[in-house]
């Protein structure tokens, strides 16, 4: 699969190399048009730095075919190869590696360490290396290092953003309104560029009306994304081309490599631009979408909220009526809730905290033995636990205290996590151990029922 890989790499080298150099105008080895940096780092970047002999051997077969010079070919291949894995680490490290497209300050520093600082590697060493060979004057060293250095920061600027978003998964979907104003942005942009490179309408003026394309872009950016602006900005290089090279379009005049390297910058300088103007326009698209959410969330809260209530509301209303209190034991930290019925049922006020030990303390003294005795059964075995006992109301005689029948259940699982208990008091259907029995309930008297709100864990105090 690697190999594979290594051999689609290098193929697509040479081929665009062979297109790029059919452009070169001011030596044979050097044009203002080279897609193969932006193939190559964008491979890199998916790949990983293991790739770059498949780009070694790319440059090295498209120069040899067309110098015929070994040593310089390998000089320029070894320069084009060094550009691109110096690229491909300064984007790995400092801009996001193949996610330098999503942030604008990733993206700038994509633009500054891997377009326009690596390139000058390779448009020195292959300058230095025709000069060495003889393929070139010394008088032609300027203008070659020049087109050497835009070429491949255009190419870079062109290819590698548009392959490496185009290899990221879509965020968006593709619902048939959005095909449809995709087809608009297309035949717009083809119409654009006829218009302002081409003889479409102007008849081959040479009117500067280049602007006409910045719009559009703004188009694509805003409401596409950073692929699809990708996408314009090569074809939008592509009508330039071949505009310019038919001495079409606002960058005609003088030399035809001169031209070509204003139309590479005017279309670099553009797609920077445009990359970023998509990124802060997706990123307000989330920020919008998850405000959106937040909205939905929040209304959605409040109206559960607003039931929750209500239910609350009407189960103290109907413990109230029918003497019924519950309670939330939470064995773990020894901290009881009881409800306010409860607080009502054993005479004490609601802002009392409670413990296992101050409800103890509540109980008649000689039941108290038997809830302790209850309670350790209960954990040790954890079976459900029932026990009767009599209650002292505070500011009560002993033969006041009335009496109160109590069961429990809880769920017990082999964890030494403890959840709360979760419980509910009835009025029971006895009578009182010191008075007559009667049909009315007392409000402190109930039959507790309680069970673990979890569906595993352990309810059982520390041996």
């Not at 020195?124 to 087109?147: K, Y």
């Not at 290819?159 to 979907?173: D, K, N």
């Not at 008849?203 to 910045?214: A, E, K, N, R, S």
Request: proline share 5%; aromatic share 8%; charged share 15%.
């Amino acid at each position: 699969m690697r190999l594979l890989v290594l051999l689609v790499v290098a193929a697509a080298y040479v081929a665009s190399g062979k297109i790029g150099l059919s452009l070169a105008f001011v030596d044979e080895s050097t044009t203002a048009v080279w897609p193969p940096a932006g193939i190559a780092l964008a491979a890199l970047l998916l790949g990983g730095l293991r790739i770059w002999p498949a780009v070694a051997a790319g440059a090295f077969l498209v120069n040899v075919t067309t110098s015929e010079n070994i040593g310089a070919s390998l000089a320029i291949a070894a320069g084009n190869t060094l550009e691109v894995v110096v690229a491909a680490w300064a984007a790995n490290r400092w801009a996001g590696g193949r996610a330098a497209f999503d942030r604008t300050g990733d993206l700038l520093r994509f633009t500054a360490m891997a377009t326009l600082g690596a390139t000058t590697i390779a448009a020195t060493i292959g300058t230095g290396a025709l000069l060495a060979a003889g393929l070139a004057l010394q008088a032609e060293a300027a203008s070659i290092w020049l087109t050497w250095w835009l070429g491949d920061a255009a190419g870079i600027m062109m290819f590698t953003p548009l392959i490496v978003l185009s290899a990221a998964p879509g965020q968006r979907r593709w619902t048939p309104a959005r095909v449809l104003e995709a087809l608009a942005l297309l035949t717009t942009l083809v119409v654009t560029a006829g218009v302002v490179f081409g003889n479409l309408v102007l008849g081959g003026l040479p009117i500067q009306l280049q602007f006409l394309t910045i719009p559009v872009m703004l188009w694509a950016a805003f409401r596409f994304g950073g692929r699809e602006t990708a996408a314009c900005a090569t074809v939008l290089s592509v009508f330039a081309i071949i505009g310019t090279l038919n001495g079409l379009g606002p960058f005609t005049g003088g030399s035809l490599n001169e031209a070509l390297l204003t139309m590479q910058g005017f279309i670099g300088v553009v797609t920077l631009m445009m990359l970023a103007v998509a990124e802060v326009a997706a990123r307000w698209r989330i920020e919008t979408e998850i405000r959106a959410l937040n909205d939905a969330l929040e209304q959605r809260v409040s109206a559960r909220t607003e039931e929750l209530a209500r239910v609350h509301t009407r189960l103290l209303e109907a413990q109230q009526v029918a003497h019924i209190g519950s309670w939330d034991w939470d064995v773990a930290s020894n901290s009881v809730w009881w409800s306010e019925e409860l607080y009502r049922g054993y005479g004490i006020s609601p802002d009392t905290p409670v413990t296992y030990e101050s409800f103890v303390s509540l109980v008649h003294p000689d039941d108290r033995a038997r809830i302790h005795a209850a309670v350790d059964a209960a954990s040790r075995t954890g079976e459900p636990f029932a026990f009767d006992h009599r209650i002292v109301r505070p500011g009560r005689a002993l033969p006041q205290a009335r009496w109160r029948s109590t069961s429990a259940t809880s769920t017990w699982a082999a964890s030494w996590r403890r959840p709360p208990k979760r419980c509910a008091i009835r009025p029971p259907r006895g009578r009182s151990r010191y008075g007559p029995r009667s049909r009315r309930r007392s409000p402190g008297s109930g039959v507790m029922t309680a069970g673990c709100n979890r569906s595993s864990g352990i309810c059982c105090p520390t041996p």
